[in-house]
């Protein structure tokens, strides 16, 4: 996977840095669904909710622990923030990443669409999957 260190992404937008390699779950999907989409990988940290490609909300797992029953709604329990537009700087989104556990932020355009997701490495000196 590509890396942009964050030193070398001044004057970057966050497009420049977007991963696009990502997978979003339906906005109908249940708890268990994430669960599930979770547990296939352990390098999954946040979970998006879209609605024919229309941002809805992300999920940590995290947001998922505890006894929830497994038939809810995921979207009930998701957060439809932050998120960040592909031309705002990619500073901000290395900022806002920060600000989540997952070290995960979307990037969603000025009509809601998903783009993709601004991901900081886990030692925090880069871009993960930029490119």
């Keep these: 996977m590509a890396r942009v260190r964050i030193e070398d992404a001044v004057g970057l937008a966050a497009g420049d840095v977007?991963?696009?390699?990502?997978?979003?779950?339906?906005?109908?999907a249940t708890v268990r669904d994430v669960r599930a989409w979770f547990a296939a990988s352990?390098?999954?940290?946040?979970?998006?909710?879209?609605?024919?490609?229309?941002?809805?909300?992300?999920?940590?797992?995290e947001d998922l622990a505890g006894d929830i029953d497994a038939d809810r709604a995921a979207a009930q329990l998701s957060h439809n923030g932050p998120v960040i537009a592909p031309d705002a700087p990619a500073s901000v989104g290395h900022q806002l990443a920060l600000s989540t556990d997952a070290l995960r932020v979307p990037v969603v355009?000025?009509?809601?669409?998903?783009?993709g997701v601004i991901g900081v490495t886990d030692d925090l000196e880069a871009f993960c999957g930029a490119g």
Excluded: Q
């Design 109 to 115: 355009d000025h009509d809601g669409t998903l783009l």
């Design 42 to 61: 352990s390098h999954r940290r946040m979970a998006f909710l879209a609605d024919e490609g229309r941002y809805v909300g992300s999920l940590t797992r």
């Design 18 to 28: 977007v991963h696009k390699r990502f997978s979003a779950l339906p906005a109908s």
